[in-house]
């Protein structure tokens, strides 16, 4: 069966430090991921999405980037945090194709000070 | 322009009693239907989905959704509520020619359900 990590569970980090959050998939090949931010536990933002390695797909402009550097992980970053990058942030996958179901992480809970 | 709404920001039902949490979409090309449930710091958990065929979806425990063609609707329903029902829904849409192969969704903003005893 699939699963899908994701770590840290929660992090404090102060503003202008650097972020590294990871996402693991195991048991599945060539999953498409997708990173989320969602705010004060409502909607979900998309970050970004990757269809393979190396391909990172932006949805909004921001102080994040990602990159896939294997199949099955997949990696945010920020050299330089913000108080309002703040907030939940998920990972997901799905395998391809627009009527399969994202199946999600646990989450890391990012608070900046 | 592709958009998901959940009109409720919370919906109310004591335990036992039906209940109902709405969804309207909008998105070009045939819809695929999406409900998720989230219980607090957790992930998304999916519930079930509407590809095709039948109207009314049965998913995981006891949910079960009707979709709606001509009102453009997908509202997630359960004939009894308990109290452990009580969490974040979200409901999402994709289609071919909106997510095609990258298998990207629309979420809407989420409705809080809360099912007293």
């Known amino acids: 069966s699939q699963t899908i990590h994701q770590w840290p569970a929660t992090l404090v980090q102060p503003v202008g430090s650097p972020l590294s959050l990871e996402c693991t998939v195991e048991?599945?090949?060539?999953?498409?991921l997708y990173w989320y931010r969602q705010a004060a536990g409502r909607g979900l933002q998309l970050l970004f999405y990757?269809?393979?390695?190396?391909?990172i797909s932006s949805e909004v402009p921001q102080n994040l980037s990602a990159s896939r550097p294997q199949d099955r992980q997949f990696i945010l970053s920020s050299k330089k945090l913000l108080l309002s990058d703040s907030g939940f942030y998920l990972c997901?996958?799905?395998?391809?194709?627009?009527?399969?179901?994202?199946?999600f992480g646990p989450g890391t809970r990012l608070t900046v000070l | 322009a592709q958009s998901v709404a959940q009109p409720e920001d919370q919906v109310n039902v004591a335990e036992g009693n039906p209940l109902t949490v709405k969804c309207t979409y909008s998105?070009?090309?045939?819809?695929?239907l999406f409900w998720y449930v989230q219980y607090p710091n957790r992930g998304l958990q999916f519930l079930l989905k509407?590809?095709?065929?039948?109207?009314l979806v049965k998913g995981s425990y006891g949910f079960e959704a009707e979709f709606n063609k001509s009102q453009t609707s997908f509202h997630l329903k359960k004939p009894s509520a308990l109290v452990s029902d009580s969490a974040l829904y979200f409901c999402?849409?994709?289609?071919?020619?909106?997510?095609?192969?990258?298998?990207?969704?629309?979420f809407g903003k989420g409705t809080k359900l809360s099912v007293k005893p």
């Open positions: 990757s269809v393979g390695i190396g391909q």
């Open positions: 997901a996958w799905t395998r391809d194709h627009s009527y399969n179901e994202q199946f």
């Open positions: 999402a849409v994709s289609s071919r020619d909106y997510g095609g192969s990258q298998g990207n969704l629309i």
């Open positions: 048991g599945t090949s060539n999953p498409n």
């Open positions: 998105v070009s090309g045939n819809p695929y």
């Open positions: 509407y590809i095709t065929g039948d109207n």
